[in-house]
């Protein structure tokens, strides 16, 4: 992606550094456009090494490029941070005195600002009419937050944490394609008791059932996550209006939750790691090897929770199970999920494997998705969440 980041002339550009240094990072394609008066605060050689592009601040560079019409024209978003009350008066008022302004107007993709200046500038009402009109013109305004500012000072004009506007600003670029869509999807392992202090589970973390989560929140579907101890660090990713998360423990209970949920969905997906097994009788006590409880446990057999979501699904609505496999051979992995897809009578099957650098507990994944007679709609390799891209992809796919 082609990102431009303009910054103007305020004491948190400093901040600035490190929001250029998370696009990059991200593997976008950054240009820094400062004003004169930013480059008192940080110097053209800090952009320059840090987004690997040159940087100017004037239009009479590079004449021959027409750079201030080339750089708006390329961009794919942009960004002001911080935006000083000055910048936002000039915005407002369309004027083009620099390669900033200049390419401010020379562009149609979405512009995001993240203001930064004291209070009293902020509150005045010269400040909000430009605000109220940016607003009204498209522009996303993110912040200011609330907090210290220079000068001891505190109060509304703190620019926002530099992971909050990259966050933000790329969420501008994400197809709405899910948009009224109704989804659950399962995450994490279940953990089946076998006495109070022990009990059977596995090794998913719930990094990919998040993601997938995630990823269909951020394309607009109203998501309910049945999260099965999973861990507030790896859920934090699913932080969302639109994500309502329900923990639950063990397979009855992912169950039941599933089963309510499911009933008004568009989209099911199983991607929880599910105890075939349970304990036929949990102790209350302790087991102890003193008195030889300990050796030996029965097991009785859990309800397959996906298989009975697809005998009963309501017309239209599109499964989607999972499978971790250990098969190195492709071949024989991609045979065992068809007939494993045609068994669940799922619409569609993930496949990945679980080797020593993918699958479970590793940030990375490699999936294939199985659909109807058993083809390869998608595959994909990489983070977690490129995969639950993939997959939502192969849902449209289905859908349509
Ligand atoms: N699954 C389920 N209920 C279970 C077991 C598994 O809903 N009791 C779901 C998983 O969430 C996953 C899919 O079924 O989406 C495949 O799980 P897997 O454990 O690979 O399948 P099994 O039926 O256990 O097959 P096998 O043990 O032969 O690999």
Redesign the pocket.
């Known amino acids: 992606m082609n990102i431009v980041v303009g910054v103007t002339g305020g004491i948190a550009a400093y901040k600035t550094v490190h929001l250029v240094r998370l696009l990059v990072k991200a593997g976008h394609e950054v240009t820094v456009i400062p004003t004169e008066d930013a480059l008192r605060f940080v110097g053209a050689p800090t952009w320059e090494s840090i987004s690997r592009n040159a940087v100017t601040t004037s239009v009479h560079d590079d004449v021959a490029k027409v750079r201030h019409v080339a750089l708006g024209q390329a961009a794919d978003l942009v960004i002001v941070a911080p935006a000083t009350a000055n910048t936002i008066a000039k915005m407002t008022a369309g004027l083009a005195d620099d390669l900033l302004g200049t390419t401010l107007l020379a562009t149609t993709a979405p512009v995001a600002i993240a203001p930064a200046m004291h209070t009293e500038m902020w509150r005045h009402p010269a400040t909000q009419a430009n605000i109220h009109t940016l607003r009204e013109r498209g522009v996303n305004v993110f912040g200011p937050g609330d907090g210290e500012l220079t000068g001891g000072d505190s109060g509304p004009g703190r620019m926002l944490e530099p992971e909050e506007i990259v966050d933000a600003a790329l969420a501008l670029l994400d197809p709405q394609d899910l948009a009224g869509l109704r989804v659950v999807v399962?995450a994490g392992g279940t953990r089946e008791p076998i006495d109070p202090v022990r009990f059977l589970g596995n090794r998913s973390s719930g990094r990919q059932g998040v993601a997938l989560a995630a990823e269909a929140a951020a394309r607009g579907a109203d998501v309910d996550l049945v999260a099965a101890n999973i861990t507030a660090d790896v859920l934090a990713e699913a932080r969302h209006p639109r994500i309502r998360v329900h923990a639950v423990g063990t397979?009855a209970q992912l169950?039941h939750v599933?089963t309510d949920a499911a009933a008004p969905a568009d989209v099911v997906i199983?991607?929880?790691?599910?105890?075939?097994y349970r304990p036929a009788e949990p102790s209350d006590q302790k087991l102890t090897k003193e008195a030889g409880t300990l050796s030996s446990i029965d097991l009785v057999?859990?309800?397959?929770?996906?298989?009975?979501?697809a005998a009963a699904r309501p017309p239209g609505q599109i499964i989607?199970?999972?499978?971790?496999?250990t098969l190195p051979d492709a071949d024989e992995r991609r045979e065992?999920a068809r007939r494993?897809r045609e068994?669940?009578g799922?619409d569609l099957?993930a496949v990945n494997l679980a080797d020593a650098e993918h699958g479970f507990e590793k940030a990375d994944n490699a999936v294939e998705v199985i659909g109807e007679g058993g083809v390869v709609v998608v595959a994909a390799d990489g983070s977690k969440r490129r995969v639950a891209r993939a997959i939502w992809d192969a849902v449209q796919k289905t859908r349509t």
């Open positions: 399962s397979a169950g599933m199983m991607a929880a790691a599910v105890a075939d057999e859990n309800d397959d929770i996906v298989a009975g979501l989607v199970a999972f499978a971790a496999e065992r494993k068994r669940k799922v099957l």
